[in-house]
């Protein structure tokens, strides 16, 4: 379990982030903008890691004791799971302080998140009583209205320092950035890299993650490199020439994206509307081996040009998470 220690000598902070088992990095980000802080209890690669049913156990009581002790002025939840929105609620009730669901699209059961769709009546219910819900792209703000709750997009904050400038490796340096959850083509990025034997690929994720047969299976220049802690992931961005993040789901916006753009990096995502609207200068290619093939092989003789546009990507990606961060203040009152 992950517990971050009280900031400000001890003072309750104005907003809390509280995830239960994802990546810390967007809780942590997203806090930090607004003078808050987060907490993330067992994220991917807690060692040991108990079961699902021992692992919420623990959580439960963690988060009531967190909330206690803490005492902060608003509080951010992420789902799936649901089960510290509903504490989240409860806290919020009792101390009539505000409360926001952060619900990633497989709250929505998408993505192939079975359990969250079982779950879907508890999200409807707890949706429509907390003050906000935040959502990935307008579709899910879409269902949550429908629902009698009222949501906004929320996107990444910035985490990277200036970007240091992108040198050209040779073979061609890809990071593919993935966690092999069921909406990406793990299995067609690897077949593009076998039409591309003068680029190297580097593939993020858990392998004991992997469908199977995937890695034994995989070309030569195809490196599986885990699950990254965030030196080693940031130290892998700054060293790519191109990043790679895809998704057969068309209302999720992927963190690998917006990571990309802030460190720099020219970027080839999934053709979907809102990947466009959001990623204007990245190249949007199919989730199939051959679109992917010649996504990267445009990406590369275009690299001066997209190394060139990434400022302006990362202007525009600024402007845009500057205005969302102040419409949150509001709905949780903050100064």
Known sequence: MVRAAPINGGAAPAVLFLAWGAVGGRSTEIAGALGGQAV??????????????????????ETVRILRSMRPA?????????IPGLI??????????RIALDSHPGAFGAME??????????????ARRVDVSLVAAP???????????????????PAWDPPAPAVLHDPFRILYVGTFAGDEPAREVCDAAR???????LVTGDPAEAPDGLIGSAPENVRFVGFLDTPAYREEIARADLVVT???????????????????RPLVISDWPILRELFPTAIHVRNDAEG????????????????????????????????????????????
């Open 40 to 61: 993330c209890l067992f994220p991917p690669g807690a060692s040991p890691r108990p079961g699902v049913l021992m692992r919420y156990a623990r959580s439960s009581v």
């Open 74 to 82: 608003a509080l951010i939840v992420t789902n799936p799971p649901v």
């Open 88 to 97: 989240g609620l409860g806290w919020s009730r009792i101390t009539g302080r």
């Open 113 to 126: 998140d079975q359990a969250s769709a079982r779950l879907l009546p508890v999200h409807r219910w707890l």
């Open 139 to 157: 579709v899910w703000q879409e269902e949550v209205e429908a629902w009698g709750g009222r949501a906004m997009v929320l996107h990444e904050a």
């Open 195 to 201: 039409l591309l034997p003068d680029c190297r690929l």
């Open 246 to 264: 895809l998704t057969t789901e068309p209302g999720s916006v992927m963190r690998a994206a917006y990571e990309a753009v802030y460190a720099g």
């Open 292 to 335: 992917l093939a010649h996504g990267i092989r445009q990406a590369r003789a275009r690299h001066p040009e997209l190394v060139a546009r990434t400022g302006v990507a990362r202007d525009l990606q600024l402007a845009r998470f500057q205005a969302q961060r102040d419409e949150l203040a509001r709905f949780l009152d903050l100064d």
